[in-house]
């Protein structure tokens, strides 16, 4: 497997059994009678943190040329892409109700994002391709 590719499934998959952490950890609060939002970042910093350093840790193994060129067509699906994704995120815990979740998802998007395209070689030229 190409570790771009590699780079792409791990930032997915990563953030996925994050959130199905994170929604446990929200629950067995819940379940015990305590606020989760008083205790929800003492879970979501280290997760956050453990996430960020392990995807640099792939992305910087990742050569400049391996990534593609950014297209006004890819970036308009990538926004539909993200409103959509962001639309559908409430169940089964509300993300709005908890910053944390808020910023694991800002977190994978920009990870996402710069998997397809390097941010560096974007300019107002590339938009009029």
Same mark, same amino acid.
């Given at each position: 497997?190409?570790?771009?590719?590699?780079?792409?499934?791990?930032?997915?998959?990563?953030?996925?059994?994050?959130?199905?952490?994170?929604?446990?950890?929200?629950? $067995?609060? *819940?379940?015990? $009678?305590?606020?989760?939002?008083?205790?929800?970042?003492?879970?979501?910093?280290?997760?956050?943190?453990?996430?960020?350093?392990?995807?640099?840790?792939? *992305?910087?193994?990742?050569?400049?040329?391996? *990534? *593609?060129?950014?297209?006004?067509?890819?970036?308009?699906?990538?926004?539909?892409? $993200?409103?959509?994704?962001?639309?559908?995120? $409430?169940?089964?815990?509300?993300?709005?109700?908890?910053?944390?979740?808020?910023?694991?998802?800002?977190?994978?998007?920009?990870?996402?994002?710069?998997?397809?395209?390097?941010?560096?070689?974007?300019?107002?030229?590339?938009?009029?391709?």
């Amino acid at each position: 497997m190409k570790i771009l590719r590699q780079y792409q499934l791990d930032i997915i998959f990563l953030f996925f059994a994050l959130i199905l952490i994170m929604w446990s950890y929200f629950y $067995g609060l *819940r379940y015990l $009678g305590v606020d989760p939002h008083r205790y929800e970042w003492l879970l979501a910093v280290p997760l956050l943190f453990f996430y960020v350093i392990y995807i640099f840790k792939i *992305r910087n193994k990742i050569a400049i040329a391996d *990534r *593609r060129n950014l297209t006004t067509k890819s970036l308009v699906y990538w926004i539909l892409f $993200g409103v959509s994704l962001f639309s559908t995120y $409430g169940t089964p815990i509300p993300a709005k109700d908890y910053w944390s979740l808020n910023a694991l998802f800002f977190i994978f998007t920009i990870f996402l994002a710069d998997s397809y395209w390097d941010f560096k070689s974007i300019t107002l030229k590339n938009f009029k391709k």
